[in-house]
């Protein structure tokens, strides 16, 4: 639904439903089922299993960073068609997130504890980019996509060789955020200069590392 029909009341309460279904760790993908459905389920050691699912968890982490951000921005875009486009990609990420929790549960594991935490904290960023400007808020969007790249295929570099049912979901998804990336740059959103992607970088080692284990 377009939120510009919406009240500031309504928007606020349809940004809250967001937040509890995002963090209820029962997410249905709209419209695509997992890549993961079309493998042949494969065997794991106990020590390959939990690392698959530390890795997992951390992109099921990223992903509801991801719901957050777009989230916030939506909330507090200027132009109605930038605030259209955000709540288009964060519904693309809706599968992202279905897809990670489907896996972990296939996994044996489970969601990091440490949701709500970055939910708040990306919500946050992206409400405040949006307020500060509709450029800069697409250019974040862009600066995060391509940082997320970065971490997909370090993940499938460190995956176990065999898992190839994880290996599927996370490849569909570097096509989705590369594509969201070049989306966001094409909508005007400000190149962000080496010394900001920097500190993101560092940024998002904390919850890359937490999110692992917790
Ligand atoms: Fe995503
Ligand atoms: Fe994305």
């Given at each position: 639904?377009?939120?510009?029909?919406?009240?500031?009341?309504?928007?606020?309460?349809?940004?809250?439903?967001?937040?509890?279904?995002?963090?209820?760790?029962n997410?249905?993908?709209?419209?695509?089922?997992?890549?993961?459905?079309?493998?042949?389920?494969?065997?794991?050691?106990?020590?390959e299993?939990?690392?698959?699912?530390?890795?997992?968890?951390?992109?099921?982490?990223?992903e509801?960073?991801?719901?957050?951000?777009?989230?916030?921005?939506?909330?507090?875009?200027?132009?109605?068609?930038?605030?259209?486009?955000?709540?288009?990609?964060?519904?693309?990420?809706v599968?992202?997130?279905?897809?990670?929790?489907?896996?972990?549960?296939?996994?044996?594991?489970?969601?990091?504890?440490?949701?709500?935490?970055?939910?708040?904290?990306?919500?946050?960023?992206?409400?405040?980019?949006?307020?500060?400007?509709?450029?800069?808020?697409?250019?974040?969007?862009?600066?995060?996509?391509e940082?997320?790249?970065?971490?997909?295929?370090?993940?499938?570099?460190?995956?176990?060789?065999?898992?190839?049912?994880?290996?599927?979901?996370?490849?569909?998804?570097?096509?989705?955020?590369?594509?969201?990336?070049?989306?966001?740059?094409?909508?005007?959103?400000?190149?962000?200069?080496?010394?900001?992607?920097?500190?993101?970088?560092?940024?998002?080692r904390?919850?890359?590392?937490?999110?692992?284990?917790?």
């Amino acid at each position: 639904m377009s939120q510009r029909a919406l009240s500031p009341i309504d928007r606020l309460i349809a940004t809250a439903d967001n937040a509890l279904r995002t963090l209820s760790g029962n997410t249905e993908a709209t419209e695509r089922p997992s890549p993961a459905a079309g493998q042949p389920a494969t065997e794991l050691s106990d020590n390959e299993r939990r690392h698959a699912a530390g890795l997992m968890r951390v992109n099921h982490s990223g992903e509801v960073c991801a719901q957050a951000l777009y989230q916030g921005q939506a909330l507090t875009a200027k132009l109605p068609s930038v605030r259209h486009e955000m709540e288009k990609a964060a519904g693309e990420e809706v599968d992202h997130l279905a897809w990670c929790e489907l896996r972990l549960k296939e996994l044996d594991s489970r969601t990091s504890l440490l949701n709500p935490l970055w939910y708040g904290l990306s919500f946050g960023i992206g409400a405040a980019a949006g307020l500060i400007s509709d450029r800069l808020s697409l250019g974040f969007v862009a600066a995060t996509e391509e940082l997320v790249c970065e971490h997909l295929h370090s993940h499938l570099e460190r995956l176990p060789d065999q898992d190839n049912q994880s290996r599927s979901v996370i490849e569909q998804m570097a096509i989705d955020e590369e594509s969201h990336a070049k989306k966001a740059l094409a909508a005007g959103g400000l190149p962000f200069p080496a010394p900001a992607k920097k500190l993101m970088t560092l940024a998002s080692r904390v919850m890359t590392s937490a999110s692992y284990r917790l």
